[in-house]
């Protein structure tokens, strides 16, 4: 054992060697004593030492007194700031913790959204095409090897089921974002992560044709076209709902204002529903709703972080 760390300090020591008991020791002698001492001038007849033992103990109470308001307002004070520096720590402490927990959630809706790109660029690099459309991108039908198909799909299904998760969480992290933030978030993510669902669906609902090792995207693969292959919207939507939403997706790209950004995402849901018999959401939309939910947790996580007077990962 360190010999350093096992000796007693000096606070613990008391003065010059003797310890906090012995010095009581010795100040309750030094008290009978000169108690003694004083009852024994103001017992004597001598009026001047009377006198004297009067101004000693009118002293020695004047002294006691003040001492005992001063040490009690001291020891007051003391606990006071005590206070001040466990309810500052308290506030920091939970700062971290709601730093770390938006922290937490910024990487896996990142993470879920990397996934879900991986899993495009495998699938494109695999694509067999028979064909294109005069904008350049491929023309359906076109094939894909089972086994490539499938493993992606399972991925695919991975990372939107991982994008819902950190949605449902969030509509109880009320110690995270406000109610306001917290239904934007889950707003965005919800078109992202549904967005995958419908497109994992067009596999699920046998939409997806096996033809030996191959598995044949038709036209009926509606959504799962648009992820893999679209360059523009769909030819068949009415010119005025294209028109909105080209501009709606070129202001979710653009704009740097998050309360416009949700507001475009707003009008978007607007135009889908709009959109009969299909409802079809696009992969454009999904992948700015993916980062629109991340900047709103980022946001957040900004806000704590220059609380603490510091910068985290997603600053």
């Known amino acids: 054992m360190d010999r350093s760390s096992a000796s007693p300090q000096p606070h613990e020591q008391g003065v010059r060697g003797f310890s906090p008991s012995g010095w009581l020791v010795i100040g309750s002698a030094a008290l009978a ?4 001492v004083l009852a024994g001038m103001l017992l004597s007849g001598d009026k001047n030492m009377q006198l004297e033992a009067l101004k000693v103990v009118m002293q020695f109470l ?22 001040r520096l466990e309810a500052s720590r308290e506030k920091e402490r939970y700062r971290n913790g709601v730093a770390e927990g938006l922290q937490a959630l910024f990487d896996e809706v990142g993470d879920a959204y990397r996934a879900l790109k991986v899993v495009k660029r495998k699938l494109r690099s695999q694509l067999l095409l028979d064909g294109r459309n005069s904008d350049g991108s491929a023309a359906p ?43 934007k978030a889950r707003m965005a993510l919800r078109y992202g992560a549904r967005y995958f669902h419908d497109v994992y669906q067009d596999f699920e609902r046998c939409a997806v044709v096996r033809d030996g090792e191959y598995y044949v995207v038709t036209d009926a693969c509606r959504n799962l076209s648009d992820f893999l292959t679209s360059r523009s ?35 978007i849901e607007e135009l889908r529903r709009l959109d009969l018999p299909f409802k079809r959401r696009y992969r454009a939309v999904a992948t700015e709703a993916f980062g629109l939910a991340g900047a709103e947790l980022g946001s957040a996580l900004r806000s704590i972080r220059n609380m603490e007077g510091g910068s985290g990962p997603a600053s």
Do not use: W
Not at 33 to 36: F, G, R, S, V
């Open 33 to 36: 004593i000169a108690t003694a």
């Open 62 to 83: 004047l002294v006691t007194v003040i001492g005992g308001i001063m040490l009690a307002l001291l020891q007051r004070q003391r606990d006071a700031d005590a206070r």
């Open 141 to 183: 039908p076109y094939r894909i090897r089972s086994a490539v198909f499938e493993a992606s799909m399972d991925e695919l299904l991975r990372a939107q089921v991982a994008a819902e998760d950190v949605r449902h969480r969030l509509s109880v992290r009320t110690d995270l974002l406000d109610l306001k933030g917290i239904e």
């Open 233 to 267: 919207l769909p030819s068949d939507l009415p010119e005025e709902s294209r028109a909105r939403l080209q501009a709606c997706i070129l202001k979710l790209r653009t704009s740097n204002d998050l309360a416009e950004r949700h507001a475009t995402l707003l009008e």
